[in-house]
T-cell receptor, first 116, second 112 residues
Framework: DTGVSQNPRHKITKRGQNVTFRCDPI?????LYWYRQTLGQGPEFLTY????????KSRLLSDRFSAERPKGSFSTLEIQRTEQGDSAMYLCASSLMLEGIYNEQFFGPGTRLTVL | AQSVTQPDIHITVSEGASLELRCNYS??????LFWYVQSPGQGLQLLLKYFSGDTLVQGIKGFEAEFKRSQSSFNLRKPSVHWSDAAEYFC??????????FGTGTRLLVSP
């Protein structure tokens, strides 16, 4: 399967703990996006990378959140000192961005985080 | 800022009946528009997209959508719904060449 993969698929943690999620994009895709989806809502943009550079961060991404994409391949999203309000589905997407050509984003299955 | 409105939270359609899901967007320039479908516990699957050209676009699974600039709409249609179409449907607009802005979704229920 050459789609976007995310691990773990589910994570249950206690408030105050740190968690880290991983996303492996489609191999030739240079753009990688993170979104958050809460119950009954559409996905909301968090941040995106072009290769290893993080180009934009949403104001939703508080200081407790950090994302990396070393070497422009997989990405990790870490949440420190989790709060109950962080409970959500975290979605990763990737796309191939060529100059002047817009291509669609392909989504992974998501990581569902539950903070107790 | 860009925004997407999906006015119907839930829609119930009988199997075999036609379907139309509404989507209105707010965007200053020519929008990139998308419809995604999400089944329970799954990620988002792209149904169709509009970038430019013909305003009636065909997608997978027999879906189509029509871009109407004058109405700022991009409604999704299917002539005959199957039980397997029950899912949540999201309309999205691409902001520049970057992030997607999603609507709140419409949950489709299919009755026998």
């Amino acid at each position: 399967d050459t789609g976007v993969s995310q691990n773990p698929r589910h994570k249950i943690t206690k408030r105050g703990q740190n968690v880290t999620f991983r996303c492996d994009p489609i191999s030739e895709h240079n753009r990688l996006y993170w979104y958050r989806q809460t119950l009954g809502q559409g996905p909301e943009f968090l941040t995106y990378f072009q290769n290893e550079a993080q180009l934009e961060k949403s104001r939703l991404l508080s200081d407790r959140f950090s994302a990396e994409r070393p070497k422009g391949s997989f990405s990790t999203l870490e949440i420190q000192r989790t709060e109950q309000g962080d409970s959500a589905m975290y979605l990763c997407a990737s796309s191939l961005m060529l100059e002047g050509i817009y291509n669609e984003q392909f989504f992974g299955p998501g990581t569902r985080l539950t903070v107790l | 800022a860009q925004s997407v409105t999906q006015p119907d939270i839930h829609i119930t359609v009988s199997e075999g009946a036609s379907l139309e899901l509404r989507c209105n967007y707010s965007y200053g320039a020519t929008p990139y528009l998308f419809w995604y479908v999400q089944s329970p516990g799954q990620g988002l699957q792209l149904l169709l997209k509009y970038f430019s050209g013909d305003t009636l676009v065909q997608g997978i699974k027999g879906f189509e959508a029509e871009f109407k600039r004058s109405q700022s709409s991009f409604n999704l249609r299917k002539p005959s719904v199957h039980w397997s179409d029950a899912a949540e449907y999201f309309c999205a607009v691409g902001e520049g060449f970057q992030k997607l802005v999603f609507g709140t979704g419409t949950r489709l229920l299919v009755s026998p």
